[in-house]
């Protein structure tokens, strides 16, 4: 290897371009093969990049050079031969020179294009094709960047030098040339798609916190490029058809894209962004649907005439992105989604199946209801297909939330008196025979039943809830028919394709799925709740008692379901399903309504559910893990206090059952005395039937299970399979029905002075304060992606100028650099005095752990100092080998001076993320989290106890100022409790980690009066109990570890540690002081008196000898009524 690389040094070594070329095509393959190749590219900078070279080496050599990393150093030379070649004659020899500009590190690129942009300028009027084709490419990826726009900020006359290269490049969209005129296409388009899909934090790479002036900068940029397009639609129309065909797809979102923009009227909205005055248009609503439909009818020929895929799709795609504008046809979105339909079948564009589907799904609003219901079938055989998880998510959530809305449209059409369409119920999405036998098979291979189900029970409790009001910007898409109308007012009817739901996906309940639950649990709870809002324990309604006739056949078609599912215990296959389908039905069960002639047939429905739990009560040979005895045993004891309250033949039969269990071995005492409460219940219910509803409990439509197991079972396959699968239901319904907008469509919605402008964040010293170089960075995080931005900037405290400067940065953590190499190096030249310079790093984070930024400043005092002044002597000025000496001599570098700075850490709060969750799922989820750490800490706050409580009612609660910069970390605060007589609180949170665990925390707080003072001095000690479980072990250890550094991230360091030793000594020492007093009150006692006037006291007092209880239980009750008076005092004046 050695031997190959020396003969590639000497071929670039020699003035040959042939085999300079031929050189560095060996070192490509080298670089290709994964070796190490920085020594050729070392050679390759300083002899063809920095010296004369033909077009081709100079072009492999910027390949090269690309494949690997280099110094400093060498981006100077390379920076240096730019400038040279950007001057050079031959065309081809600059445009390789402008091709390496994308390259070109950001903390390089913006001195050279203030030292080279005439000459950039003057490109664009070269007569070579291929050096205007290279500056159209390369700039069209340059000019997006973060730093170029954060450069434009400061500096006007480069704002307007690049929007000017911006119009230069959109009319090369127009040149003569098809390379650079699609070229040019390619850059405008992704322009608008950065602007359309990316957040406007992210358009460049490791900036990642937008001020008003780049958002203003980029929004100029893509109206006058809307513009531009706009007016020149048609030429533009027919300078693409001129194009060769496999050109021509660069050619239509541009186009699309500006139409869009224009009709829909959302150019002014970023007109306005742009800080520009905004005009009346000038475009009339006639002219912009005339516009649409003319880009309409100049894509559409090519899905029916093309052949290939590529073409079709991003035909299909486009236009279906111009179906949903105000005046868009129906037949535009129909023929685009035959058409992509169409690749499916053909098995064509195969790389873009997950694409094919979700382009399919998210337009399926924009076609007629007799389309919608004919691909069904077809999408569901698509989903199933699918291997992302994400994407059949997504497209499952489609499908189930258009078929509810389809089936609402329809049955209020049939009610309006309108002809049936045929397929619009609920059972359409089972016709498929796969689908169909999945359903009602017992075990499968196969989760998609169980996706499907899941998906559909959830899609109809999102239907149940009111969606939010949204205040659209002008993009929003044109909703046809049946969404419309099921996200609408027509959402009231909800229960209507509920029930059909539950009704088709009755046999789940049979299923045998390993162990998992999630499936079932979301149906009993959506049939749970149907079951409470029909009221089924009262019987089908009357027409007398103001029952409509809908609702009539509305509970006829569940009493009918309850009879079936009472059938279907006797053949559940899931051990835990068997009680909580016990408990659905029993609970809602008309037991008024059955026939008492069928009293002893093993098939009447009481019967069956006195037998099963009879089986539940007296089983004991089920395993731990798949089955929760202490929880079934307790369901079936509610279940026949319930049914045994209700009816006068349950009660009998179920009281038989108890004493029967109350007497077996297989009861402990905590269910024996149980039982015989209900039996109690039960008795006087039988007693007292004139009281129907005596002892029994209104049903509340809640469904008080979880497919969440035990700590112990956490690690279970099938627990593990029930909390995936849930996580993605519950992303792509939130996804789908309710959206977070992204950062562009918020500040489109609201305005340029929207709240989202972040503000950066405080910086931090970093160097000592005697150093010579003063350093403050700050960071930013982007969870998205999974990474930190470190900014910093370097200021020359000296009063000379310092000539090289190196930043070293050195990671420890879970930090990595993008390019996995172990540190980074920034190398600053000529800062002058006081003038600051900024450099930034962005890495990687790869797991939950502490990290940190470890700085170095490496000071060069004696650089540029030249070595030939050493050599002055013995030569004279005229000698031809001196002057070829002190030519080929480099100015001295010299030894550096390291300045290590102050490690910046990245605390564990920064890679935390607010995970919203319901209080009832949170303490659900609580016991199961596996992995625990628990800890003590203290703060003082000032103000009495009973002051700090009080206040809690009208504002901010002095005894919680220790905790109050809990509200800026990132926690979703779940509940809170505060106990107001003793000062005391209970709060919880819940976070994710950027790598996906979840993370819970408690907080339990007490005060302490102050030692040593009277009763109703100040309290001023909170002592707060922290308790953190977390869903891996490796969270729980890493908080553990630093514990005090912990508390410091959550309280910013108001909060300090007690270890637990301390905890007990202090409440050691408490109850030692406390038995001290009590020993004191008692030795205090009063002297004795003589029998005569102890009878005159008695004979004269009219007061009770209290016990120490009830002086207790008095002092408590001045204590609450002296509060409750300062509180009603405080109120008046707060009114007042």
């Given at each position: 290897?050695?031997?190959?690389?020396?003969?590639?040094?000497?071929?670039?070594?020699?003035?040959?371009?042939?085999?300079?070329?031929?050189?560095?095509?060996?070192?490509?393959?080298?670089?290709?093969?994964?070796?190490?190749?920085?020594?050729?590219?070392?050679?390759?900078?300083?002899?063809?990049?920095?010296?004369?070279?033909?077009?081709?080496?100079?072009?492999?050599a910027f390949?090269?050079?690309?494949?690997?990393?280099?110094t400093?150093?060498?981006?100077?030379?390379?920076?240096?031969?730019i400038?040279?070649?950007?001057?050079?004659?031959?065309?081809?020899?600059?445009?390789?020179?402008?091709?390496?500009?994308?390259?070109?590190?950001?903390?390089?690129?913006?001195?050279?294009?203030?030292?080279c942009?005439?000459?950039?300028s003057?490109?664009?009027?070269?007569?070579?094709?291929?050096?205007?084709?290279?500056?159209?490419?390369?700039?069209?990826?340059?000019?997006?960047?973060?730093?170029?726009?954060?450069?434009?900020?400061?500096?006007?006359?480069?704002?307007?030098?690049?929007?000017?290269?911006?119009?230069?490049?959109?009319?090369?969209?127009?040149?003569?040339?098809?390379?650079?005129?699609?070229?040019?296409?390619?850059s405008?388009?992704?322009?608008f798609?950065?602007?359309?899909t990316?957040?406007?934090?992210?358009?460049?790479?490791?900036?990642?916190?937008?001020?008003?002036?780049?958002?203003?900068?980029?929004?100029?940029?893509?109206a006058?490029m809307?513009?531009?397009?706009?007016?020149?639609?048609?030429?533009?129309?027919?300078?693409?058809?001129?194009?060769?065909?496999?050109?021509?797809?660069?050619?239509?979102?541009?186009?699309?894209?500006?139409?869009k923009?224009?009709?829909s009227?959302?150019?002014?909205?970023?007109?306005?962004?742009?800080?520009?005055?905004?005009?009346?248009?000038?475009?009339?609503?006639?002219?912009?649907?005339?516009?649409?439909?003319?880009?309409?009818?100049?894509?559409?020929?090519?899905?029916?005439?093309?052949l290939?895929?590529?073409?079709?799709?991003?035909?299909?795609?486009?236009?279906l992105?111009?179906?949903?504008?105000?005046?868009g046809?129906?037949?535009?979105?129909?023929?685009s989604?035959?058409?992509?339909?169409?690749l499916?079948?053909?098995?064509?564009?195969?790389?873009?199946?997950?694409?094919?589907?979700?382009?399919?799904?998210?337009?399926?609003?924009?076609?007629?209801?007799?389309?919608?219901?004919?691909?069904?079938?077809?999408?569901?055989?698509?989903?199933?297909?699918?291997?992302?998880?994400?994407?059949?998510?997504?497209?499952?959530?489609?499908?189930?939330?258009?078929?509810?809305?389809v089936?609402?449209?329809?049955?209020?059409?049939?009610?309006?008196?309108?002809?049936?369409?045929?397929?619009?119920?609920?059972?359409?999405?089972?016709?498929?025979?796969?689908?169909?036998?999945?359903?009602?098979?017992?075990t499968?291979?196969?989760?998609?039943?169980?996706?499907?189900?899941?998906?559909l029970?959830?899609s109809?409790?999102?239907?149940?809830?009111?969606?939010?009001?949204?205040?659209?910007?002008?993009?929003?898409?044109?909703?046809?028919?049946?969404l419309?109308?099921?996200?609408?007012?027509?959402?009231?009817?909800?229960t209507?394709?509920?029930?059909e739901?539950?009704?088709?996906?009755?046999?789940?309940?049979?299923?045998?799925?390993?162990?998992?639950?999630?499936?079932?649990?979301?149906?009993?709870?959506?049939?749970?709740?149907?079951c409470?809002?029909?009221?089924?324990?009262?019987?089908?309604?009357?027409?007398?008692?103001?029952?409509?006739?809908?609702?009539?056949?509305?509970?006829?078609?569940?009493q009918?379901?309850?009879?079936?599912?009472?059938?279907d215990?006797?053949?559940?296959?899931?051990?835990?399903?068997?009680?909580?389908?016990?408990w659905?039905?029993?609970?809602?069960?008309?037991?008024?309504?059955?026939?008492?002639?069928?009293?002893?047939?093993?098939?009447?429905?009481?019967?069956?559910?006195?037998?099963?739990?009879?089986?539940?009560?007296?089983?004991t040979?089920?395993?731990?893990?798949?089955?929760?005895?202490?929880?079934d045993?307790?369901?079936?004891?509610?279940?026949?206090?319930?049914?045994?309250s209700?009816?006068?033949?349950?009660?009998?039969?179920?009281?038989?059952?108890?004493?029967?269990?109350?007497?077996?071995?297989?009861?402990?005492?905590?269910?024996k005395?149980?039982?015989?409460?209900?039996?109690?219940?039960?008795?006087?219910a039988?007693?007292?039937s004139?009281?129907?509803?005596?002892?029994?409990g209104?049903?509340?439509?809640?469904?008080?299970?979880?497919h969440?197991?035990?700590?112990?079972?956490?690690?279970?396959?099938?627990?593990?399979?029930?909390?995936?699968?849930?996580?993605?239901?519950h992303?792509?319904?939130?996804e789908?029905?309710?959206?977070?907008?992204?950062?562009?469509?918020?500040?489109?919605?609201?305005?340029?002075?929207?709240?989202?402008?972040?503000?950066?964040?405080?910086?931090?010293?970093?160097?000592?304060?005697?150093?010579?170089?003063?350093?403050e960075?700050?960071?930013?995080t982007?969870p998205?992606?999974?990474?930190?931005?470190?900014?910093?900037?370097?200021?020359?405290l000296?009063?000379i100028?310092?000539?090289?400067v190196?930043?070293?940065?050195?990671?420890?953590?879970?930090?990595?650099?993008?390019?996995?190499?172990?540190?980074?190096?920034?190398?600053?030249?000529y800062?002058?005095?006081?003038?600051?310079?900024?450099c930034?790093?962005?890495?990687?984070v790869?797991?939950?752990?502490?990290?940190?930024?470890?700085v170095?400043?490496?000071?060069?005092?004696?650089?540029?100092?030249d070595?030939?002044?050493?050599?002055?002597?013995?030569?004279?000025?005229?000698?031809?080998?001196m002057?070829?000496?002190?030519?080929?001599?480099?100015?001295?570098?010299?030894?550096?001076?390291?300045?290590?700075?102050?490690?910046?850490?990245?605390?564990?709060?920064?890679?935390?993320?607010p995970?919203?969750?319901?209080?009832?799922?949170?303490?659900?989820?609580?016991?199961?989290?596996?992995?625990?750490?628990?800890?003590?800490g203290?703060?003082?706050?000032?103000?009495?106890?009973?002051k700090?409580?009080?206040?809690?009612?009208?504002?901010?609660?002095?005894?919680?100022?220790g905790?109050?910069?809990?509200?800026?970390?990132?926690?979703h605060?779940?509940?809170s409790?505060?106990?107001?007589?003793?000062?005391?609180?209970?709060?919880?949170?819940?976070?994710?980690?950027?790598?996906?665990?979840?993370?819970?925390?408690?907080?339990?707080?007490?005060?302490?009066v102050s030692?040593?003072?009277?009763l109703?001095?100040?309290?001023?000690?909170m002592?707060?109990?922290?308790?953190v479980?977390?869903?891996?072990?490796?969270?729980?250890?890493?908080?553990?570890?630093?514990?005090?550094?912990w508390?410091?991230?959550?309280?910013?360091?108001?909060?300090?540690y007690?270890?637990?030793?301390?905890?007990?000594?202090?409440?050691?020492?408490?109850l030692?002081?406390?038995?001290?007093?009590?020993?004191?009150?008692?030795?205090?006692?009063?002297?004795?008196?003589?029998p005569?006037?102890?009878?005159?006291?008695?004979?004269?007092?009219?007061?009770?000898?209290?016990?120490?209880?009830?002086?207790?239980?008095r002092?408590?009750?001045?204590?609450?009524?002296?509060?409750?008076?300062?509180?009603?005092?405080?109120?008046?004046?707060?009114?007042?």
């Amino acid at each position: 290897m050695d031997i190959l690389f020396s003969q590639i040094q000497a071929d670039l070594h020699s003035n040959d371009s042939l085999r300079q070329s031929s050189a560095l095509l060996q070192a490509l393959q080298q670089s290709a093969a994964g070796r190490d190749i920085s020594v050729i590219a070392k050679f390759a900078v300083e002899e063809i990049v920095a010296s004369p070279a033909s077009a081709i080496s100079k072009k492999l050599a910027f390949d090269l050079i690309r494949n690997t990393r280099l110094t400093a150093d060498l981006w100077e030379t390379v920076c240096t031969g730019i400038r040279n070649d950007i001057d050079f004659p031959d065309p081809d020899v600059t445009a390789a020179a402008i091709s390496i500009l994308a390259a070109i590190p950001s903390y390089r690129l913006s001195k050279l294009i203030h030292d080279c942009n005439k000459q950039i300028s003057a490109c664009f009027n070269s007569a070579s094709d291929n050096l205007r084709f290279s500056i159209t490419e390369t700039l069209g990826c340059v000019l997006a960047r973060d730093d170029l726009v954060t450069l434009c900020e400061n500096n006007m006359k480069l704002l307007d030098r690049v929007s000017n290269w911006w119009n230069r490049i959109a009319q090369n969209m127009l040149d003569k040339s098809d390379n650079v005129s699609k070229v040019a296409f390619e850059s405008i388009g992704k322009l608008f798609q950065e602007f359309e899909t990316k957040r406007m934090s992210r358009l460049a790479g490791d900036k990642l916190v937008d001020t008003e002036n780049s958002v203003a900068i980029r929004s100029k940029w893509v109206a006058s490029m809307v513009d531009f397009v706009w007016k020149r639609r048609s030429t533009l129309m027919r300078r693409s058809l001129l194009l060769p065909i496999e050109s021509f797809r660069a050619t239509i979102y541009p186009l699309v894209y500006a139409v869009k923009a224009v009709a829909s009227g959302s150019i002014e909205v970023i007109k306005k962004l742009s800080s520009r005055n905004v005009m009346a248009s000038d475009s009339g609503k006639v002219e912009r649907f005339v516009g649409v439909s003319d880009v309409v009818s100049h894509l559409a020929p090519f899905l029916e005439s093309s052949l290939d895929p590529a073409l079709i799709f991003e035909v299909g795609i486009n236009m279906l992105y111009l179906a949903d504008v105000p005046g868009g046809k129906p037949e535009w979105a129909s023929a685009s989604i035959i058409a992509i339909l169409t690749l499916w079948d053909r098995q064509e564009y195969s790389s873009g199946r997950e694409t094919i589907v979700r382009a399919v799904v998210n337009n399926l609003h924009l076609l007629d209801l007799s389309m919608q219901v004919s691909l069904f079938k077809k999408l569901l055989h698509m989903v199933r297909n699918l291997r992302a998880e994400s994407d059949r998510m997504h497209a499952l959530a489609c499908i189930c939330r258009t078929a509810l809305c389809v089936d609402l449209f329809a049955k209020e059409s049939i009610r309006r008196g309108q002809k049936p369409v045929a397929g619009t119920d609920i059972v359409s999405l089972f016709e498929d025979a796969a689908v169909k036998a999945d359903l009602n098979s017992v075990t499968t291979k196969n989760l998609f039943r169980e996706e499907l189900v899941a998906m559909l029970v959830e899609s109809c409790f999102q239907l149940s809830i009111p969606l939010p009001e949204q205040r659209n910007s002008g993009m929003e898409s044109r909703v046809i028919g049946a969404l419309a109308y099921g996200t609408g007012y027509g959402a009231l009817n909800w229960t209507e394709p509920a029930l059909e739901v539950v009704e088709v996906c009755r046999p789940c309940v049979r299923w045998d799925c390993d162990g998992r639950t999630y499936a079932i649990d979301c149906y009993l709870k959506l049939l749970v709740r149907l079951c409470h809002i029909y009221d089924t324990r009262g019987g089908v309604k009357r027409v007398k008692d103001g029952a409509s006739q809908d609702q009539i056949l509305n509970e006829t078609r569940l009493q009918n379901l309850q009879r079936e599912l009472i059938k279907d215990l006797l053949e559940v296959n899931t051990p835990r399903i068997s009680a909580r389908l016990l408990w659905a039905i029993a609970e809602h069960i008309n037991l008024d309504g059955l026939d008492p002639l069928l009293a002893d047939d093993p098939n009447d429905p009481l019967n069956i559910i006195v037998s099963n739990i009879h089986k539940i009560l007296h089983n004991t040979d089920s395993s731990p893990s798949t089955m929760n005895r202490l929880q079934d045993v307790q369901v079936a004891l509610l279940c026949a206090q319930r049914v045994g309250s209700r009816h006068p033949r349950a009660g009998q039969l179920l009281t038989q059952e108890l004493e029967e269990f109350r007497s077996s071995p297989s009861s402990d005492s905590v269910t024996k005395h149980q039982c015989r409460l209900e039996l109690q219940r039960i008795k006087y219910a039988l007693s007292h039937s004139g009281d129907r509803w005596s002892g029994v409990g209104e049903t509340s439509g809640d469904y008080p299970f979880t497919h969440h197991k035990l700590t112990v079972q956490f690690y279970e396959a099938s627990a593990a399979q029930d909390r995936k699968l849930e996580g993605l239901i519950h992303k792509a319904i939130l996804e789908l029905w309710r959206p977070d907008p992204n950062d562009l469509t918020r500040l489109l919605a609201k305005d340029i002075h929207s709240s989202l402008i972040k503000i950066p964040p405080r910086a931090f010293t970093l160097s000592a304060s005697s150093d010579p170089c003063y350093v403050e960075g700050y960071h930013l995080t982007d969870p998205s992606d999974g990474r930190i931005s470190l900014h910093l900037k370097v200021l020359n405290l000296t009063e000379i100028e310092i000539n090289r400067v190196d930043i070293r940065i050195g990671l420890s953590g879970g930090l990595y650099f993008m390019d996995r190499s172990p540190q980074a190096v920034r190398q600053l030249n000529y800062l002058n005095s006081q003038e600051p310079v900024h450099c930034s790093v962005t890495v990687g984070v790869s797991h939950f752990e502490r990290c940190a930024f470890w700085v170095e400043v490496l000071y060069y005092p004696f650089q540029g100092r030249d070595a030939a002044t050493e050599y002055g002597g013995g030569y004279t000025e005229e000698d031809p080998e001196m002057v070829r000496y002190r030519r080929s001599l480099r100015p001295a570098i010299g030894e550096p001076v390291i300045l290590r700075c102050q490690p910046y850490k990245i605390s564990l709060t920064e890679l935390l993320l607010p995970h919203k969750i319901s209080p009832v799922e949170f303490f659900r989820l609580w016991p199961s989290l596996p992995a625990i750490v628990e800890c003590t800490g203290t703060y003082t706050y000032e103000g009495s106890g009973f002051k700090a409580t009080a206040a809690q009612q009208y504002g901010e609660s002095p005894f919680l100022s220790g905790l109050k910069s809990l509200l800026s970390k990132p926690f979703h605060k779940v509940c809170s409790h505060i106990i107001r007589t003793v000062a005391g609180f209970q709060m919880c949170y819940a976070a994710k980690t950027w790598i996906g665990g979840f993370v819970g925390m408690m907080i339990f707080g007490s005060s302490e009066v102050s030692r040593n003072v009277d009763l109703g001095d100040e309290t001023t000690t909170m002592v707060c109990k922290f308790v953190v479980r977390a869903s891996d072990a490796n969270i729980a250890k890493e908080i553990g570890s630093d514990v005090q550094g912990w508390m410091d991230d959550l309280t910013d360091g108001s909060i300090e540690y007690m270890p637990e030793e301390e905890v007990k000594e202090a409440a050691a020492e408490r109850l030692k002081m406390s038995m001290e007093h009590i020993a004191l009150l008692k030795a205090a006692r009063p002297r004795r008196r003589s029998p005569e006037k102890q009878d005159e006291d008695k004979k004269s007092t009219t007061l009770f000898n209290l016990t120490a209880e009830e002086v207790e239980h008095r002092a408590l009750q001045s204590a609450v009524l002296q509060e409750w008076h300062h509180l009603c005092k405080d109120r008046k004046t707060n009114v007042n």
